[in-house]
């Protein structure tokens, strides 16, 4: 019920004439812009890649025939973290909801929300950033060889035959790209364009039996977020772990590494007790004062973050004057929506 009356309030927009914000009461619908403010999350983004070696079917022959040492016959599997990052992105905090009230409704100011509520602008617009998502991007790497096989090696009656029939027509192809490439080839291309062509229609050739032998590796880039709202400090808490056989695993599952996070608020601003703040009178338009606080994400022997990140829960709420909203003026103001702080005023 609570949710439902918040946004229904959101449709309200105008310019606002001494216009006075209390705290929201769900149970009261007056007319005026309900808004929220925000707490803030701590977004971990990991970047990740998961490389899979497929042997070629052919292996054992490949130094036979090719005289191609150390190629390996056996599948292998490996994922590696290749990039974090820490950012700060805003979520709904329920304790702080508020409301613009106006005696002329078509008086109220023009105010900007995101989707949750969050307050984003007033008497101006801003434009809403889309979160990053978990994405995956797969590269596959196996190339089709079945096109390129001939009626004598079809004809082989043994797994060895046909292994030398393939390499030998893996070496037919390479003397014809030489022949080609010091113009001695029979038909050959009449334009530069034309050699160009043919050659890299033998070079997908050469590729795809080659892999018979040699295998083929497919890579899959992964994007993963995690989120975590701090409430008071952090103690190397984990956010996640991670495998390099398995990639990213349960928080609670020991075949992964864990990535810890730790929090530390630097009380950058004064926070008033209980008593202090059961006094205070809201007599405008409320936002954020965010405190300072050291954020750190690490595993055992990497440290992959390490920076100072403003966190709205660890600090207080302040207010901006009504009179700057009054008739006649041209007030506009920007808010951090990750912080609810003011970012922007004119």
């Not at 999350?41 to 079917?57: D, L, Q």
């Not at 036979?64 to 905090?93: A, F, I, M, P």
């Not at 009380?267 to 300072?292: D, Q, Y």
Request: hydrophobic share 35%; net charge neutral; aromatic share 8%.
């Amino acid at each position: 019920m609570l949710k439902k009356i918040l946004f229904s309030c959101t449709i309200l927009t105008g310019v606002m004439s001494y216009a006075q914000v209390s705290v929201f009461n769900p149970s009261v619908t007056t007319d005026g812009v309900c808004y929220v403010l925000p707490k803030t999350a701590v977004k971990i983004n990991v970047n990740a890649i998961k490389t899979t070696f497929t042997p070629g079917e052919y292996a054992k022959y490949a130094e036979r025939y090719l005289h191609l040492s150390n190629v390996k016959t056996e599948s292998e599997t490996q994922w590696e973290v290749t990039d974090l990052n820490v950012c700060e992105t805003g979520v709904v905090d329920t304790l702080k909801r508020f409301s613009v009230k106006s005696k002329d409704k078509n008086l109220l100011p023009k105010i900007q929300l995101s989707k949750e509520g969050i307050i984003l602008a007033i008497n101006t617009d801003v434009e809403k950033k889309c979160e990053r998502t978990s994405k995956v991007k797969t590269t596959n790497n196996k190339k089709d060889h079945k096109k390129y096989i001939t009626e004598d090696m079809l004809s082989a009656t043994s797994s060895a035959k046909f292994a030398e029939l393939v390499a030998q027509e893996i070496l037919d192809i390479r003397e014809s790209k030489n022949a080609i490439r010091r113009g001695q080839a029979e038909n050959m291309p009449k334009d530069g364009e034309g050699v160009r062509i043919v050659l890299n229609e033998l070079n997908n050739q050469e590729e795809a039996l080659t892999q018979l032998f040699t295998g083929y590796t497919d890579t899959v880039y992964y994007s993963q977020s995690f989120s975590v709202v701090p409430e008071k400090d952090i103690d190397k808490m984990i956010v996640f772990r991670f495998s390099k056989r398995l990639g990213f695993v349960d928080s609670d599952d020991l075949a992964g590494e864990p990535y810890f996070i730790s929090v530390k608020d630097n009380h950058t601003v004064s926070v008033p007790n209980e008593k202090e703040a059961a006094k205070r009178k809201i007599t405008g338009l409320v936002f954020n004062l965010p405190s300072m606080a050291d954020v750190a994400v690490f595993t055992g022997d990497r440290q992959w973050f390490n920076g100072t990140l403003p966190l709205a829960q660890f600090g207080t709420i302040d207010m901006l004057s009504s009179s700057l909203f009054g008739k006649g003026t041209t007030t506009s103001v920007v808010f951090d929506p990750a912080t609810g702080a003011v970012s922007k005023i004119k």
